[in-house]
C-alpha cells in the first residue's frame, strides 16, 4: 500500500507536466517563429502584379469611345475588365500592351467571355486602322473626355503619370481597381494572375 501511496503524486507531477507542455508548447514554438530572423517566411506573396490596397470603387459612367460611340454606363461592371491607359498614336509599348492583354484574354479559352479589354487613348488619337485590324473587340476609350479624366483620378499614380506609365490595371467585376502590373511584367504572370481570379471569383 506504501508503494502505491509514494506513487500516486509522481504520476499526478508527470500528468500535470503533459498537460502544461501541451498547452504551452504551441505558445513557444509560436513566439519563436515571430522573434527569430524572418528568412523561413515566403519572400512573395501568390500573387504577382501589386494588389491596390484598399481597392478602389470606379464611378458609373458612359465612356466616349474613338469609333464616335459610347459605353454603357456599367460597362465596368459584371466582368473582368483588363485596362491598358496611353497614347492613341500607339507607340511599341503600347503595340506590347494591347498584344498581351488580347493574347492573356485568348489563353483563357472558356473563360475569356468573363473578360473583356479597356485601352483609355489619350491624345494623339488615334491609329484606328491599326487598332480595327488587330484588336477586334477591344473597346478604345477617348481619354480627353471628362469621363475618362473621372475614372482616371481613380487610378493610383504612385509617383508617377499614369497616362504614360505603361502598366495594366485589372478591375473586378463589380467595378472596383483592384490590381496593377508594371510595363515590364512578364505576360504569364499576368496569365497566371487572372486565371488565379477567375478560379476563386464566384461573379463576373
Not at 93 to 117: F, G, K, M, S, T
Not at 142 to 147: F, H, T, Y
Request: with cysteine; proline share 7%.
Amino acid at each position: 500500500m506504501a508503494r502505491i501511496a509514494n506513487g500516486e503524486p509522481r504520476r499526478r507531477r508527470t500528468l500535470f507536466w503533459t498537460v502544461a507542455l501541451v498547452f504551452l508548447l504551441p505558445l513557444a514554438i509560436a513566439a519563436y517563429l515571430y522573434y527569430v530572423p524572418s528568412s523561413w517566411r515566403p519572400t512573395h506573396t501568390v500573387n504577382y502584379g501589386s494588389l491596390i490596397e484598399p481597392a478602389r470603387p470606379l464611378p458609373e459612367l458612359a465612356l466616349p469611345t474613338v469609333d464616335g460611340g459610347i459605353t454603357l454606363t456599367d460597362f465596368l461592371r459584371h466582368r473582368w475588365t483588363l485596362i491598358y491607359v496611353g497614347s492613341g498614336a500607339c507607340d511599341p509599348r503600347c503595340h506590347e500592351a494591347l498584344y498581351q492583354i488580347r493574347q492573356v484574354r485568348l489563353a483563357l479559352n472558356n473563360d475569356r467571355d468573363r473578360v473583356q479589354r479597356l485601352f483609355i487613348a489619350t491624345e494623339p488619337c488615334c491609329d484606328l486602322t491599326f487598332l480595327a485590324r488587330e484588336h477586334a473587340g477591344l473597346v478604345t476609350a477617348r481619354g480627353a473626355s471628362p469621363q475618362a479624366a473621372r475614372l482616371l483620378a481613380e487610378f493610383p499614380a504612385d509617383g508617377g503619370v499614369v497616362a504614360t506609365a505603361g502598366r495594366i490595371y485589372i478591375a473586378d467585376p463589380l467595378g472596383n481597381l483592384m490590381m496593377v502590373h508594371p510595363r515590364d511584367s512578364d505576360p504569364k504572370h499576368l496569365l497566371e494572375d487572372l486565371q488565379r481570379l477567375l478560379k476563386l471569383s464566384s461573379i463576373g
